[in-house]
Structure formats: C-alpha cells, structure tokens
C-alpha cells in the first residue's frame, strides 16, 4: 500500500513517477525490484530513472505502452550476481491491450556486475498473451559493456509460436548494446542505426516474416568478435 500510494501521490504532483517517490535505494545496497515493478504496473504515467545504481534481484516486466526515460548514462539499472530472475527487462503486453503501440525506451543503463547473469537484457516477449507490439522506439540505451554481457541477447524477440504475431514500426539507434540483437520473426518497419555493438556474439540477427518489408540496418559500429 505504501508503494501504490507513493506511486499516485507521484503522478498527482510531477506527471510521472519515479523509483525515489517511494524511498528505493539508489546506493545498489539493496533490492529495488518492488519500486521499479511498481512504477510500471500501476499507471500510466511515464516513468523516469534518476542518477543512481537502482539494483534488482529478479526480473522487471513491463505489460502496456509507456514511456521509460531516465536521467542518461549514470542512472543504472543495476543486475547483481544474486539476480534469481531470467531476463532483466521484458515487454509483454497483456491481453487485454488492444492497442499496444507506443513503447519507449531512453537514455538509461541496464548494467550487471559479471557476464552472463541472466538471459536476455530486453525480451520482447510476443508469445505469453499472444499479440503484436508495435510502435516500439530503444534510444540511446547503455546494454551491458564488452565484458559485462547478459547470458543471451542484449535485445532478444519472441514472436508468437505457430503465429503471425511478432514486432513492427521499431527503431533501435544511437545504442550501446552488448550480446547482439536477435529479431527472428520480426515484422514491417524496423530501422536498426548508429548503435555500438561490442561483445563476443553476433551483432544483429534479423530475420522477417514472409511479406515483411522495409528492415533497415545503416551506420551501426560493430566491434563485437
């Protein structure tokens, strides 16, 4: 109750809601996996990451189209070694979202501290509550670093099994984006520009649905081995 209420005292003051309104620690001392998933279950006001190392120790779901910004590199979404969950951040929009357009992600850090913890970095997640996801902008994001890789994809699609739904009208730019981006069974209008690729796996793997068009990769610096 302390968290709902910190999150619509925080909406009614400032228009979007942020981990600090209900009192997470942004040492990365403790959990803040509560605060965070809270920011994004109950409104939908856009989110804002401040400065800080805002540790979680499970997995954060985010279930309908928002915003979620942050304050630039320095506000680290921070992924220890205790982390029990999969993926660190998934997209997966509920069922009864029948418009699921509009998701963003900017200008903050999804750091762990050692390589291969966890699965993916951001799972777009299409087959759970069969669906599409459209509309999705990840801009000027810090993925992991060339030796602090997740255990799978720094971006990762899971387009529905057996089904058409998958991902459309996405732009991935100006990025740092460790363990690569795997799209397989991506849609319409995909534009994947100007991102730094470093790691050790395949920088961009893109594979369309039959009659998909217009997948654009330009300008991407790949330094991944």
Known sequence: LRVLQAVREGIKEHGFVTPLMMNADRTGATDCTTELQACLDDTDAPVFIPEGDWRIENGLILSQPKRISGAG???????????A???????????NVTQPMGWSLEDFTLFPDATGIGNHAV?????????YLQSLSIRR????????EPGGNGIHLTKEAGG?????CTTIED????????????GDSVWIERNTMPGTKLAI????????????IRKNN???S
């Open 85 to 95: 969950g999969t993926d660190w951040l998934t997209l997966r929009p509920e069922t």
């Open 175 to 186: 990025n740092v984006i460790a363990g690569g981006i795997n799209l397989i069974g991506v």
């Open 164 to 168: 058409a739904n998958n991902l459309f």
């Open 141 to 148: 994001m810090n993925i992991g670093a060339s030796t602090r």
């Open 205 to 216: 793997y893109l594979e369309p649905i039959a009659g998909a068009f217009e997948q654009t």
């Open 123 to 131: 799972e777009i997640d299409c087959n759970t509550n069969p669906g």
């Open 222 to 224: 790949i330094t991944s």
């Open 73 to 83: 590199r320095n506000a680290i979404i921070k992924i220890p070694t205790s982390f």
